[in-house]
């Protein structure tokens, strides 16, 4: 991929930066500003060769039209706050507004563009409709910088289609990114552990496959981990379950064998009557779960018999809370990981989502980890393996 300093002399330059500013938002109180600090080593180092910057990202889902809900102005604020500058806000992304920010920009200004899907060529799957707004995207640049790695699987307008109309090149977030994720898929230091947790295995399955012939260990944990359990005959009350995913997951179990793979599972559950933070919360082993209660978190055990498959591991790649960690009841099982990984000797990467989130949630000092990536379904698909459409298009401009 080419790179900023590919792109020459950018002074006075405008330049369209695709970043990732979908924050997780309280009304409009930023709860983890992660994905916009993320952001800023990319606009720094523009602004200091003299670039006019143009932010264009999405926050939510807004459908293809204009939604006060998921307007990116509580985004804006924090930008200025960390940037110690003001940042210019247009309140279209390629109107009137929009055209009027970029022209008032001077060398080192940095403007941000209205969410990119309060218009529906950004997403759109007819082809033409998404390229005449890349087009009216280009038309408000010089070059182009792709640092949104959250949004580089998928080949929507201000992803793919700009990159096809201007020089561009990856910012420092998505070349850091690629680096830090391939180094797990391609030459992993062993040995290698996997830990996969969230809701459904059905997110997981493409990992899980491709990894089955890479990876030493695979743990598994959080709601996904009671479809293995169902699959060993164990049962799991109101847990989640994809049942139509049993017997997929008895055959990832049988083929982890034969490649000598060993899956780790949870051996106790801490469980409680429906889902919600009140509980009452008890443990219980993973071979005794009452048909009434519905598990949260794993248990004690479990976490212990994870933490120390992390020892003497020497790459770990993390994707998925172990529990609905949100809850306080039910946040031990992912706390004790995140602190098990933290003490590892190993290159660590932590595969974005909510396992970045609850990283931030619970405390942790991000600098204990090799690296944590603001994609969690970008990170999944290029550890599944996948071509990533808005990395590809870097590598073939």
């Avoid at 080593?41 to 006019?52: E, F, Q």
């Avoid at 977030?173 to 459904?200: N, W």
């Avoid at 509980?279 to 779960?289: R, Y």
Wanted: charged letters at 25%; glycine letters at 12%.
């Amino acid at each position: 991929m080419k790179t900023i300093d590919s792109l020459g002399d950018l002074a006075g330059k405008r330049v369209l930066v695709r970043a990732d500013l979908n924050v997780p938002l309280d009304g409009d109180r930023i709860t983890d500003d992660g994905r916009i600090r993320a952001c800023l080593p990319t606009v720094t180092a523009l602004r200091d060769k003299g670039a006019r910057v143009i932010l264009v990202a999405h926050l939510g889902r807004p459908k293809g039209e204009a939604d006060p809900a998921f307007t990116l102005k509580p985004v804006v604020d924090r930008l200025s706050e960390l940037l110690g500058a003001d940042v210019a806000f247009a309140e279209d992304t390629v109107g009137d507004s929009a055209r009027s920010v970029v022209d008032s920009l001077g060398d080192g200004d940095v403007a941000v563009l209205e969410n990119v899907r309060f218009n529906a060529g950004e997403t759109s799957k007819d082809e033409a409709e998404r390229q005449e707004f890349a087009r009216r995207l280009a038309d408000l640049a010089d070059v182009f910088v792709s640092d949104g790695f959250g949004v580089v699987h998928r080949k929507q307008a201000s992803v793919y289609d700009v990159a096809q109309l201007l020089p561009a090149a990856a910012g420092l977030l998505v070349q850091k990114e690629v680096e830090s994720l391939r180094r797990v898929t391609d030459d992993p230091k062993r040995p290698f552990v996997v830990i996969l947790g969230g809701a459904k295995v059905s997110d997981k399955l493409g990992v899980i496959e491709n990894l089955l012939d890479r990876a030493d260990t695979i743990i598994i944990g959080g709601g996904m981990s009671y479809t293995f359990q169902k699959a060993l005959g164990h049962e799991v009350g109101n847990s989640l379950l994809e049942e139509e995913q049993v017997d997929t997951v008895k055959g990832y179990m049988e083929r982890a064998q034969k490649n000598g793979v060993e899956i780790l599972l949870p051996v106790d559950n801490v469980v409680a009557p429906a889902f919600g933070p009140d509980g009452p919360a008890t443990t219980v082993g993973s071979d005794s779960m009452p048909e009434d209660q519905e598990g949260l978190d794993i248990g004690p055990d479990s976490a212990k018999q994870f933490g120390d498959a992390l020892k003497d591991a020497g790459t770990v790649f993390w994707n998925g809370p172990m529990g609905v960690f949100e809850f306080d009841l039910f946040q031990a099982g992912t706390k004790a990981v995140a602190e098990a990984l933290a003490e590892s000797p190993a290159y660590t990467v932590v595969g974005g989502g909510d396992s970045a989130s609850a990283i931030r949630n619970l405390g942790f000092d991000e600098s204990r980890y090799s690296h944590i990536s603001t994609g969690g379904g970008a990170s999944l698909e290029l550890i599944e393996g996948k071509q990533l459409p808005g990395i590809a298009v870097l590598e073939e401009n």
